[in-house]
């Protein structure tokens, strides 16, 4: 895989910031990792939208996983942005992250890249912070990708608000009203129409303190009637189990009609 540092200038926030982005060479003769010559793709390659947590920015998938090496077995693009602390929300005291996730980077990266754009060939997943972003993307704009997961989600933004345990991050973020119902995975479940959202995925350690909000969130998808993938084992909010789930999460991903031949 060959790794891209893009620096450039968002409109969106109104200021320079950074992209990691992964994309497949088709080269052979590297020892130690598989030989996946590049099938033709006509619409361009597929695409994965890999959000970072509270604490991380666009290098944290590629420091402490080994995600270039997993995505070498699967031809497709690694999009690695990155939004400070900001939930992936237009901040009430800061910067419009949630419109230039889901608005201005799509669109720099089909101008800058040869990826599909094709919902079929779209995927976003994320940890903590980003397994909520990666959700609430997928729930808000449900046409636009295939697949979505999320790993050991924050799910539960409201829950986390009343808590008071970040006051002063979620009043940044929030503003004195909180998250509001575009911003609460729970609410946005009720109003979702089932047949419209992509695969779903959640995962989540059963000694992560992060347990009881994915565990409300699987509940509240029964009753809506929305089909998940779930992976619940042992394990605590920390890399060794995103490193080992994220391998999972590719294999689960759906096939892109866009590559020629098998997906494994």
Known sequence: MALLTVDFFSETLEMGTTLRV???EGATGHIGTPDTPLPPMPSGLPVLYLLHGLSDDSTAWLRYTSIDRYVGERPMAVVMPQVARSFYADEAGGYPYWSYLCEELPAVVQRMFRVSDSREDTYVAGLSMGGYGALKWALRQPRRFAAAASLSGALDVVGLAKADERGPLFRQVYGDRGPGPDDDLLDL???????????????????????????????????????LTTRFGPGEHEWGVWDSTIRDVLAWLPPAPSAAGPST
Do not use: I, M
């Not at 695969?199 to 929305?226: I, K, P, Y």
């Open 189 to 227: 479940l009720g109003r979702a129409d089932p047949a419209e959202l992509p695969r779903l995925w959640v995962s989540c350690g059963t000694e992560d303190h992060l347990l009881g909000s994915n565990h409300l969130f699987v509940e509240r998808a029964e009753q809506a009637g929305v089909e």
């Open 22 to 24: 992964l994309l497949p």
